[in-house]
């Protein structure tokens, strides 16, 4: 709950029990909370001091009358729909229930009790119908990062239930390692960025620190590990149906030929999606105004070095109609 605060976070602690004479200490979670804002320069709004004196609740003496006093409206009509509901009792019998329709009462018990088990299947089948045909409007938020994007266009049910129902992320210390090959990039290159998103986020196998070592080998082995980026972590903004895309681009390379955009995926499975470098490279073409063209975008691949590249990636063209669908 905390990590998913836009601004403010107000937590309580509980002091008293109902007959508690002593109070409870301070929550051990409140005090992290509070030790958390302090050593990034914060202060909280308000910290309640550790109470004295005795619980306020047992000094507090409630009294009241029972069973409490009702409209006598209300009472009277109560208590004439108690006597049609012991009325319908004592009409039952063994054979026979009590019921204006004659045809019904002649019934035998097995045949009400088959009646009785259609109509409950009945109510399910139709419960389950309207759960199916039930419409909730998913609004498209105005800015998306570029990972949403991918999302939405992977898989736009889960993308929508994301919406509704944000759930936070498990902490991941393979997403640290790939924030650190990252930091290490540019380090080499003597570039430093504060991240908007931690990169690497998505890279979810990395398994040992000497796996980390082996990637930075596999790195300068590639076309890329002797050449000196133009930029590290460019930031864009790319508007698309009227939508902004924000995001960083990894590293951008001048060529011959224009530009090389290209993400660094610290992941063993060659498998990411094209549709990154699409937004990458329309962004880069808008922030540089050349022609998307002009342009190269392939994933390197640390772990072993290999570059792969697409062409007849989508265009601006392709990207609204991903977001419009």
Do not use: C
């Not at 011959?256 to 549709?275: C, F, H, I, M, R």
């Amino acid at each position: 709950g905390v990590t998913r605060s836009a601004g403010t976070v107000v937590a309580s602690g509980h002091r008293w029990g109902a007959t508690q004479k002593k109070a409870r200490k301070t929550s051990p979670f409140l005090q992290v909370i509070r030790d958390a804002q302090t050593d990034t320069g914060g202060e909280a709004d308000h910290w309640e001091p550790e109470p004295d004196g005795v619980n306020p609740a047992t000094e507090v003496k409630v009294a009241a009358s029972w069973p409490p006093q009702s409209d006598p409206i209300v009472t009277m009509n109560r208590q004439q729909a108690a006597g049609l509901v012991k009325a319908a009792i004592a009409a039952r019998s063994k054979d026979a229930v009590a019921t204006p329709d004659d045809s019904v009462s002649k019934l035998s018990p097995e045949q009400l009790r088959e009646f009785a088990r259609i109509d409950r299947d009945i109510g399910l089948l139709v419960d389950e119908s309207r759960a199916q045909t039930k419409v909730e409007a998913v609004v498209i938020p105005p800015s998306l990062s570029a990972s949403a994007v991918m999302a939405l266009a992977k898989d736009p049910d889960a993308f929508a239930q994301d919406l509704l129902r944000p759930m936070p992320r498990r902490p991941s210390q393979a997403a640290r390692r790939g924030t650190r090959f990252h930091l290490w990039v540019e380090d080499t290159f003597g570039q430093h960025t504060l991240f908007d998103e931690l990169p690497g986020v998505v890279d979810d196998d990395i398994v040992s620190d000497d796996e980390l070592e082996g990637m930075k080998l596999g790195f300068a082995e590639s076309p890329y590990g002797d050449k000196a980026p133009f930029v590290l972590e460019a930031p864009f903004a790319l508007v698309v149906a009227g939508r902004v895309i924000r995001g960083r681009i990894d590293a951008v390379y001048r060529t011959e030929d224009g530009w090389d955009v290209v993400d660094w995926k610290t992941n063993a499975a060659q498998d990411a999606d094209p549709l990154q470098l699409a937004i990458y490279r329309l962004a880069w073409a808008q922030i540089q105004g050349v022609e998307v063209d002009s342009i190269r975008a392939g994933f390197v691949y640390v772990r072993t070095g290999d570059v792969v590249y697409f062409d007849n990636l989508p265009d601006m063209a392709g990207l609204e109609s991903t977001l419009l669908a």
